[in-house]
């Protein structure tokens, strides 16, 4: 993604990462209140089963406790009855019996137990055929409770008025028939008769005056020197555990859990929970893991099944009964949304709070992460100022007149600031560089004039001299003609000596005067040489200073492009000047070189022009060496006159390289211009009103 400004940048950056932190604040305190609030709703139900476990098992020890002492209680009074009844059957040392007692009397003590013990149905004795003696006196007696036989089995029961009545047992005191609970009518007789042990009878619904009930039968042997004799015995309704175990269930989690008494033979004794399942097999009731852990109870101890995070608590406590045999297991059940209903309102109330700690910390957040984009928008408008001042300078400069008066303003010690400090000194270093090439430039153009006046002054001389030469030449030509008239006619000679020695006179003149122009076009070949090299000179600086200007425009990248680009420029006209001069020196040094040639023979003819003038005087001395002479004065004069034509030549060649040295400082002159037009292009004088800009 890219953005047109630093400020937008800055905002977007640090604002996505603002934000990333908030969210990631916001959610790492989530996942911890979720981790707290886990760990202590954990922590909280292993402590709450803890005390559900405690409750239960303290209610279970204290619900059985209570049962013990009233199943107890009835167990004493059948044992009190039968220890009185052995006292009887038992003699002393005289043979009389230890306790003498007559069957009415005993009879009215069995009515007195009944009496005097209201919780209980009925109290009993029967005794074995004429155990007691005197059997066959009683028969017919049965109002009495005695059988027809006169058997003595008194059975005193209460009626539905309260009243109390007596019976005999009857024949079902040694029944063998079972019922559908499997037990054996005359099982409260035939068990301790059997066994010789206290025997508590397994509950079954009984009709108690038009009333069913739930009722357990407690026996007593009555052993007389070891032999049974009869047993005594109580029922005991077992109503008051229903109401026992519903009271308890109803104090315990307000009734919904439930408590169960399950007697030995499996057969629910009372049940909190459905009062019509009295009687019934509890595995029917309760389920087979129930029946299960009641055939696991160890006695006297309360188990605790294992339990899962779906299953209800549990305690199941197995207990004996009256100190018989028999146990009957106490079990205590709680749901387990209602045991841990206070924690999961703990948890709801928890839950609440935490999303309203959320919410306050993503308002908070928000709140936090705006003032944060706030600042740093103001943070970004700080950074991106200096920067967009900075932008509008190199706009400036690169546009418009390219005025380098333009500076930054400097505050602080910052970044920024140095940015600045450094924009405003390449920015000066660039006008001292431009001011410099400017002023070069106006160097060279005015060099150049000097160096086109120069050539056109010399070009004038080069005229001169041409013109001279031609004279000369033709005076060559006459001086031919004249040797080889002296040759043809020696005779003439003689006469024409004077005339010759004054052509030769003439000659040798107009020879000084070509040395002398020769030497003014080598002084001014000399001259041309210097202002060239000083052009080269020039050129080379010029090239140096746009060399560091591109090395600056390098160093500014983006913005010093323009610069480069000028700097190339200057340098490019630079080189070709100096590559023009170097044109110039090489085409001067060539016609000095000529010019020191040509002054060498003009040298020679002038010497031959002295040798003729020496001759023509002597001619009238010996006329016989005219012919040689004039032999020699002809090839001398052949050899004049081939000077002569190279010197006009490279007269011509010299006024050609002045044209060309003409023409090469007009085109400097012309780039030293487009270089003053470039660098003026650029405002490079400080003005009083940007001074400060």
């Not at 009957?328 to 700690?357: C, D, F, G, H, S």
């Not at 153009?445 to 033709?474: F, H, V, Y």
């Not at 003439?492 to 002398?516: K, L, W, Y």
Request: net charge negative.
């Amino acid at each position: 993604m890219s953005f047109k400004s630093i400020r937008t940048f800055v905002v977007v950056t640090a604002g996505t990462c603002l934000l990333a932190v908030v969210v990631a604040l916001v959610l790492y305190a989530l996942m911890a209140m979720n981790r707290m609030q886990s760990t202590s709703a954990e922590r909280t139900g292993e402590v709450m089963e803890q005390a559900i476990g405690d409750r239960l098992d303290a209610l279970v020890n204290d619900q059985a406790s209570r049962i013990q002492r009233k199943l107890d209680h009835a167990m004493t009074v059948a044992a009190q009855l039968a220890a009185l009844n052995e006292l009887m059957g038992k003699k002393d040392a005289d043979g009389w019996p230890q306790l003498m007692m007559t069957r009415k009397e005993l009879s009215a003590m069995v009515r007195q137990t009944l009496a005097t013990n209201p919780e209980l149905l009925d109290v009993f004795i029967g005794w074995e055929p004429d155990a007691f003696g005197s059997d066959a006196e009683y028969t017919g007696r049965e109002e009495d409770g005695y059988d027809g036989s006169g058997r003595f089995m008194p059975w005193w029961y209460r009626k539905a008025d309260g009243s109390l009545a007596v019976l005999p047992l009857g024949d079902t005191m040694e029944s063998t028939k079972r019922d559908d609970a499997g037990i054996r009518e005359g099982e409260y007789y035939l068990c301790p008769k059997e066994t010789g042990k206290r025997c508590v009878i397994d509950p079954k619904m009984y009709d108690y005056n038009g009333v069913e009930q739930m009722v357990t039968s407690f026996n007593v042997p009555i052993m007389v020197n070891g032999e049974f004799r009869g047993s005594a015995g109580t029922d005991l309704s077992l109503a008051f555990i229903q109401q026992m175990l519903g009271d308890a269930n109803q104090s315990l989690y307000d009734g919904a859990g439930s408590l169960a008494l399950v007697a030995g033979n499996g057969r629910i004794v009372a049940n909190s929970a459905d009062a019509a399942s009295l009687g019934k097999p509890a595995e029917a009731v309760m389920g087979h893991q129930v029946a299960q852990m009641l055939a696991h109870a160890d006695s006297g101890k309360v188990v605790a099944p294992e339990s899962g995070e779906q299953s209800d608590f549990a305690r199941y406590l197995s207990f004996p009964v009256a100190g018989t045999d028999s146990h009957w297991t106490l079990v205590a059940r709680i749901p387990r949304a209602a045991a841990l209903a206070p924690l999961m309102k703990l948890e709801q109330t928890m839950t609440a709070q935490r999303n309203q700690a959320v919410t306050a910390m993503s308002v908070v957040g928000l709140i936090i992460a705006a003032l944060g984009l706030m600042a740093i928008a103001w943070v970004g408008h700080r950074i991106a100022r200096p920067l967009r001042h900075l932008a509008e300078r190199m706009r400036e400069i690169a546009s418009g007149d390219g005025d380098l008066t333009q500076r930054l303003p400097v505050h602080g010690r910052d970044e920024s600031a140095l940015l600045a400090e450094h924009f405003n000194a390449f920015v000066e270093r660039m006008r001292e560089l431009l001011v410099g090439i400017r002023a070069s430039s106006e160097s060279v153009r005015r060099s150049a004039g000097e160096i086109a006046s120069g050539g056109q002054e010399l070009s004038k001389r080069t005229e001169q001299t041409a013109a001279s030469l031609e004279e000369s030449a033709a005076a060559m030509e006459q001086l031919s003609g004249t040797v080889s008239q002296a040759a043809d006619s020696a005779r003439q000679a003689n006469e024409m000596a004077d005339q010759a020695a004054t052509a030769a006179r003439g000659g040798g003149e107009e020879i000084q005067q070509v040395v002398s122009t020769m030497d003014e076009i080598r002084d001014a070949s000399r001259r041309i040489a210097g202002i060239v090299e000083m052009i080269d000179s020039i050129a080379f600086q010029t090239n140096l200073l746009a060399l560091n200007a591109s090395v600056e425009a390098a160093r500014a990248g983006e913005h010093g492009r323009g610069f480069a680009v000028v700097a190339e420029e200057v340098r490019g006209l630079a080189g070709r000047s100096k590559q023009a001069a170097a044109e110039i020196k090489t085409l001067i040094n060539d016609a000095e070189s000529r010019t020191e040639t040509g002054v060498e023979r003009v040298g020679r003819a002038e010497a031959s022009m002295r040798e003729i003038v020496a001759r023509v005087e002597q001619v009238s001395a010996s006329l016989a060496e005219i012919s040689t002479a004039a032999g020699e004065q002809a090839d001398g004069v052949g050899q004049v006159n081939q000077a002569v034509s190279q010197l006009d030549s490279m007269t011509q060649q010299n006024a050609a390289l002045v044209e060309q040295s003409t023409a090469a400082s007009e085109s400097l002159s012309d780039e030293s211009d487009r270089l003053a037009e470039a660098v003026s292009t650029f405002r490079l004088d400080r003005q009083p009103d940007t001074a400060g800009a």
